[in-house]
């Protein structure tokens, strides 16, 4: 499960959601051991989420929500991977829909950041999904597929094995109007058919695959229980520990 803050919290604050955090998942009614939970804050927030959660030995995982293409030098407000490994992130999400709207991010420079994550040790978590107009036109499978081509190319079946994909359709991310489970379900199935035929069966087994949009504490475990399913990238939800905690408790969650 993990949670990308967006454009939210300053360092102070990040660090007192990640307490909250902490203190949620300590609680022994539940066993969150069953889940790997991370948290993606902006980049002015990692040095302060290291030292916590390196400070108090958490169980909490941490990334970036984006990492440059190039290794170093004359690239005004970059951010390297090798600067993120060294703040020990283990996880870099690359094109994010709103790096791809707004920054014009094409499968091309989601590759070539996803592999400047993977060689500097991380785990990218690799965005795809369509916007409205493509769902209206039911060509949501052949769109998120192509994108998968694009941003997965020329990496190996081990290093997609490692690798995670989020399926995050634009018109279900912020606002409200969450995907069905079998909305999701069939996008996940045909990203994982696609890895396998691609890369290897083993890769396609192995490789983590995410939803993400309007995920609640209410609404995680329909979209859990769905095979093609293994976690949940969430936004707004993963700003408040209580929800989030809910989400990361889903196999205790009804199913609706
Ligand atoms: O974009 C998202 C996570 O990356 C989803 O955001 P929301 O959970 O706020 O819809």
């Known amino acids: 499960m993990a949670g990308n803050w967006k454009m939210n919290l300053n360092h102070q604050e990040a660090v007192v959601l990640v307490q909250k955090l902490a ?11 069953k889940v790997e939970v991370v948290v ?6 990692l040095r302060s989420v290291q030292t916590l959660v390196d400070g108090d030995r958490l169980k909490i995982g941490y990334g970036a929500q984006d990492v440059s293409e190039h290794d170093s030098g004359a690239y005004t407000g970059e951010i390297s991977a090798g600067m993120l490994a060294k703040l020990g992130c283990s996880y870099v999400v690359v094109g994010h829909s709103e790096r791809r709207e707004y920054h014009a991010e094409t499968d091309a420079t989601v590759n070539a950041k996803a592999k400047k994550a993977i060689a500097a040790g991380m785990t990218a978590i690799v965005c795809v999904g369509e916007g409205l107009e493509v769902r209206k036109e039911g060509r949501q499978v052949e769109h998120t597929l192509a994108q998968v081509d694009g941003s997965l190319a020329g990496l190996t079946p081990e290093q997609v094995a490692d690798a995670v994909v989020a399926y995050e359709p634009v018109w279900a991310i912020g606002t409200g109007e969450v995907a069905t489970p079998d909305d999701a379900q069939e996008v996940c199935a045909a990203i994982r058919g696609r890895v396998a035929e691609t890369f290897s069966e083993d890769a396609a087994a192995k490789l983590r695959i995410l939803y993400g949009g ?12 769905k095979d093609d399913v293994d976690g949940c990238l969430v936004g707004g939800a993963s700003l408040q520990a209580d929800e989030f905690g809910g989400i990361c408790r889903f196999y205790d969650m009804p199913v609706i």
């Open 40 to 45: 993606v804050p902006p980049f002015t927030d």
């Open 214 to 225: 309007s995920v609640k504490a209410a609404n995680v475990a329909g979209i859990m229980d």
């Open 23 to 33: 203190w949620t998942l300590s609680d022994k009614k539940h066993d969150y051991a």
